[in-house]
C-alpha cells in the first residue's frame, strides 16, 4: 500500500469531517464518496470505515435515516472485522443518534449503552462525553430531564478537561435544552448564549444554527416576540443551507408556537403543515421501514457470517478429524505389515535354523554311523585276533594236563 495513496484518502477523510464542520453537507459527501473510491481500492479498511461515517453523518444531518443506518453499519462491519474498538463505540453512537431521531428510544438506548462499554472499556475519554451527550439526549426525549441535565454535565465537565471547544459548545446546547424542558428558561437561554459564541469563536456552524434556532424556541417561551423571530429567521436560514430537515422541522415548530402566542392563527397553521410535511419526511413510515428492514439485513449477514464461519471452522475440526482417521489406519496398516513381514522374517530364520539344525543332525548321524562301524570294525578285529591266538596257542587244561605227565615222569 502506498503511503502517497494512503494520504490522499486521509487528505479526503480530513476534508470531509471540515465540511461537516462548516454545514458543508454536499462537500462532504464529495470527499467521502472520493476517499472511498480509492480507500476500496487500496483495501485501506481504517481509511474506508471512517469514510462511512462521514457519509452517515451527512445522511444523518440530511435526514435520510436509512442511508445513515446503512452507512453506518459498514463502517461497524469493517471495524468489527479490524478488532477497532474506537470506531465500533463510533458507529454505536451514531447508530443511536439515528434512532433517537426516529423515537426509538429502546434501540437508541442499546446502542449508546454498547458506546459507552467500549470506551470506558478503551479509555477514551472523548467518546465517553459523546456517549453521556447522546444518552443525555435520548433521556430529555423520555421524559427524564434531570438524568439527561447530569449525563450532560458530566460530558461538559469531561470535555473541558480535554480542552474540545466544538464539543464544549455542544455540551453547553443540550444543557440548554435540558433546562428549557424543567421550564428554567432564564438557565437554558444562559446556556444557549455561551453555546452560540464558543461555536462562532471555533467556525463551528453545525453548532451555531442549532443554538440560535433554540435561542429563538427558549425568547418564544419568554415572550419576546420580536427578538424570537430574528433567531429563527436565522436557524432557518442556516438549516436551509446546509439542508439540515430537522434543523427545519424545529424552526416551524417554534414558528407555530410563536404565531399561535400572538393569535395569528393563519400563520401558525400554515407553519404547523410546514412543520408536519418535514417531521413526515423524517419519520414516514416507509423510512422507518427501510430503517428496520437494513437493520435486520444486517442481523441477518452478520448470523449469516458468523454461521458461515462456524460451519467452516466445524468442517476444519471434521476434515482434522477424517485425516487423523486415515492417519490412524495407515499407522495400524503400516503396522500390520510391519507385523507380519517381522513374523515372515522370524519364520524363513526358523525354518532356515530348522533345516540346518537338521542337516547338522543327519551329519551328526551319519558320523556316528561310520563312527560305529569303526568300532564294529575294531571290535570284529580283535574277536579275529583272538580266535587266531586261540587257535595257536594250547588251552589252559591241555598245558596243565601236561604239566601233571612231566612231574609223573620223574
Not at 164 to 183: Q, T
Amino acid at each position: 500500500m502506498a503511503k502517497d495513496d494512503t494520504n490522499k484518502v486521509n487528505a479526503f477523510i480530513k476534508s470531509g469531517k471540515n465540511s461537516i464542520k462548516d454545514g458543508d453537507y454536499d462537500k462532504a459527501k464529495m470527499c467521502a464518496l472520493a476517499g472511498l473510491t480509492v480507500s476500496q481500492k487500496l483495501n485501506f479498511d481504517k481509511g474506508t470505515g471512517t469514510l462511512y461515517r462521514i457519509l452517515g453523518a451527512v445522511d444523518y444531518y440530511q435526514g435520510r435515516y436509512p442511508d445513515a443506518l446503512q452507512d453506518n453499519l459498514s463502517a461497524l462491519k469493517i471495524a468489527e472485522k479490524t478488532g477497532d474498538k474506537r470506531s465500533m463505540a463510533k458507529v454505536y453512537s451514531n447508530i443511536g443518534a439515528i434512532y433517537t431521531d426516529q423515537l426509538n428510544y429502546n434501540d437508541a438506548i442499546f446502542n449508546l449503552s454498547e458506546a459507552l462499554k467500549i470506551q470506558i472499556e478503551i479509555g477514551d475519554s472523548a467518546g465517553i462525553s459523546i456517549d453521556y451527550n447522546n444518552i443525555g439526549t435520548c433521556c430529555a426525549h423520555q421524559g427524564k430531564y434531570n438524568e439527561a441535565l447530569s449525563n450532560h454535565l458530566a460530558a461538559l465537565k469531561i470535555k473541558q478537561l480535554l480542552g474540545d471547544s466544538a464539543g464544549c459548545a455542544a455540551s453547553y446546547i443540550n444543557i440548554g435544552v435540558a433546562y428549557y424542558s424543567l421550564k428554567n428558561f432564564d438557565a437554558a437561554l444562559k446556556n444557549q448564549f455561551t453555546a452560540l459564541n464558543l461555536a462562532e469563536q471555533i467556525g463551528d456552524n453545525q453548532s451555531v444554527e442549532t443554538s440560535t434556532m433554540n435561542i429563538g424556541n427558549i425568547l418564544v417561551q419568554q415572550k419576546k416576540f420580536g427578538e424570537a423571530g430574528k433567531y429563527l429567521d436565522k436557524g432557518l436560514q442556516l438549516a436551509k443551507e446546509t439542508g439540515d430537515k430537522f434543523g427545519i422541522k424545529t424552526c416551524y415548530f417554534s414558528y407555530t408556537q410563536m404565531d399561535s402566542a400572538q393569535m395569528d392563527f393563519h400563520s401558525a397553521l400554515e407553519h404547523y403543515k410546514l412543520f408536519i410535511l418535514y417531521r413526515d419526511s423524517l419519520n414516514n413510515e416507509e423510512n422507518t421501514k427501510k430503517t428496520v428492514q437494513t437493520q435486520m439485513q444486517y442481523d441477518f449477514d452478520k448470523k449469516s457470517s458468523a454461521d458461515s464461519i462456524k460451519n467452516s471452522e466445524q468442517k476444519k475440526r471434521d476434515d482434522l478429524k477424517h485425516t487423523q482417521e486415515i492417519q490412524q489406519q495407515k499407522i495400524y496398516t503400516y503396522g500390520g505389515a510391519l507385523g507380519f513381514l517381522l513374523m515372515l522374517i522370524v519364520a524363513i530364520v526358523s525354518i532356515r535354523a530348522f533345516r540346518n539344525k537338521q542337516r547338522a543332525n543327519e551329519i551328526i548321524s551319519r558320523q556316528k554311523e561310520l563312527v560305529e562301524e569303526k568300532q564294529k570294525e575294531i571290535l570284529d578285529s580283535i574277536h579275529y585276533a583272538k580266535r587266531i591266538q586261540q587257535s595257536l596257542l594250547p588251552n589252559e587244561k591241555y598245558i596243565l594236563k601236561n604239566l601233571n605227565r612231566s612231574a609223573n615222569r620223574k
